[in-house]
């Protein structure tokens, strides 16, 4: 079996030269032993280009995590490789990952600090990150402080403290009232039209991942694998209440519903 | 766009409803009264016990008499509880470098980590007085004797303290902290350390615990000429069958101990596990 995540942090590699940020290519991951295997990704592959925006959607347990997982290099695929070519990879975890004895800034400015950013420009990105979600007064609040949504919102804050050039988002917004989530969209939209940041973004929510996307990538359960893909034609800045997204998410939908349904059948 | 952040900051206002606090005067007391009771009750017994003439008034004195003796002498038991608590502090912070050291090393071996991690459980279930025979042969009746006890008593707490908090670090925050570029010792320090230390505080007043006792039983066998401390006035007082000092003493020996664990220690925990939002804020007011 070939193991190989290859991770090209050459700066020839990284300007247009067309070559995909993000490449999968057959990637299989294969959890515990012979008895109890679980396939959670079944030779998955994968492209995405610079500075687009995927969205990944699937039903609960078809891999999403495991595939940002082996993206961000945090695991090792079984089979196939993942190639980034990134200057810098940020991953904003399913579950808060704060730290808890940090506040919200504390938690922000850590992250610039294992960034090597100077003492003196700290406190200013902070504040600005800390705007940027809307949590200027939240600052010194410790996690446990804040509330499910807040706490998303931080970690948002800390990924894009590190100044990547390709994040993954793992259900970022799950536990957002949906005012806040149309916000953060907006905000996420016009960050990635600014930056040219390559995204990768997992999500449950079908509308969302057609208000956001270039791309929605649908994936089947046990064994993960792709089942289909759909571009987003529609222009920018979006609405998530417009008819081209709702037309295009009732599409999904069905289709997920689909892939839902053969797994409910006994004999598959 | 104003209107909407306005309805935002109202969400993230209603999100955070805080409950009003009480006053600090009132918080200490509902904090204080459980604990005078308790010492009442105490006391109480004890009264009735003597009251109820199951042994003479000269071998068990009632709690007024013993008190009477404490403030008699009140001086003397000051001077010598400064020289126990000098051993306790000496013996404690020796200890608190050993144990950490220990630890430390421990959770950084694979190879020290099976030598070394069940001989620290063992050597805790080692009564501390069992050390003192090979403490005497070995040092002689020396300070050094009851240092050596204090340190083997005290060490192996604080080391399963640390040991147990590294190795329980959420797994989760490992892996953030990789993704934020913390590698190696940068991520031992500012993650690791940080996750491990309401454990380790824990091993500490655990630490605190053994010290005390092992430095008490240490006192009184180790005698060292010409120096009062709490444990020889304890041993003297009954060899002159000085009842009510032996009773006075043992006071001064729980309140110290207590003192220490709960306003030293205690506080310590307390604070830091409300840091890392350990408790259930609705329970603690
Ligand atoms: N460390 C692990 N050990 C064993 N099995 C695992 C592990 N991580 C994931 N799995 C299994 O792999 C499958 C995919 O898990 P994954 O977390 O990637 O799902 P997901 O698509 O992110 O689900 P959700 O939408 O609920 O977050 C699941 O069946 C899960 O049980
Ligand atoms: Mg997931």
Known sequence: MVQTVKTQALDSAIEGDGSPAISLDAVSKVFGHAGDATHALDRVSLDVARGQFVCLIGASGCGKSTLLNLVAGLDQPTSGTVTVRAKRTSLMFQESALFPWLTASGNIDLALRLDNVPRSDRKDRVHELLELVHLEDFGDKRPHELSGGMRQRTALARALAQQADVLLMDEPFGALDAMTRDLLHDELEALWTRTGLTVLFVTHNVREAVRLGNRVVLLTSRPGRIAQEYPVASGRPRRIDSSQVAELAATITDRLREEVRRHGDPRS | ?285
């Open chain 2, 1 to 285: 766009m104003a209107t909407l952040e306005a309805e935002l900051a109202g969400l993230d206002a209603l999100e955070l409803s805080v409950p009003p606090r009480k006053s600090r005067a009132s918080r200490t007391w509902t904090t204080i009264w459980p604990k005078l009771g308790a010492i009442a009750i105490a006391l109480l017994l004890w009264q009735l016990i003597v009251w109820s003439g199951w042994k003479p008034t000269y071998l068990l004195p009632g709690p007024v008499a013993v008190f009477q003796t404490l403030f008699d002498h009140l001086g003397d038991y000051v001077s010598a509880a400064a020289v126990t608590l000098q051993r306790a502090a000496i013996g404690f912070a020796v200890a608190l470098v050993t144990g950490t050291l220990v630890g430390a090393l421990v959770t950084k071996s694979r190879i020290l980590r099976s030598a070394v991690g069940s001989m620290i459980t063992g050597l805790m279930t080692m009564p501390s007085i069992a050390w003192f025979p090979a403490a005497i042969i070995l040092f002689g009746l020396k300070e050094s004797a009851i240092l050596f006890v204090i340190v083997i008593g005290a060490a192996p707490s604080i080391a399963n303290g640390f040991i147990a908090g590294v190795d329980n670090t959420p797994p989760l925050l490992v892996r953030a902290a990789r993704m934020l570029g913390a590698k190696g010792f940068t991520a031992f320090r500012l993650v690791v350390l940080p996750a491990a230390l309401p454990t380790y505080i824990g091993g500490l007043k655990q630490g605190w615990a053994f010290a005390w006792r092992s430095l008490l039983a240490g006192e009184l066998l180790v005698l060292i000429a010409g120096k009062e401390s709490l444990g020889r006035d304890l041993d003297t007082a009954r060899q002159f069958g000085d009842y009510k000092a032996v009773y006075a003493t043992m006071i001064v020996i729980l309140v110290i101990g207590i003192l220490v664990d709960s306003l030293v220690f205690g506080q310590v925990e307390r604070r830091i596990r409300r840091r890392y939002g350990l408790v259930d804020a609705a329970a603690t007011d």
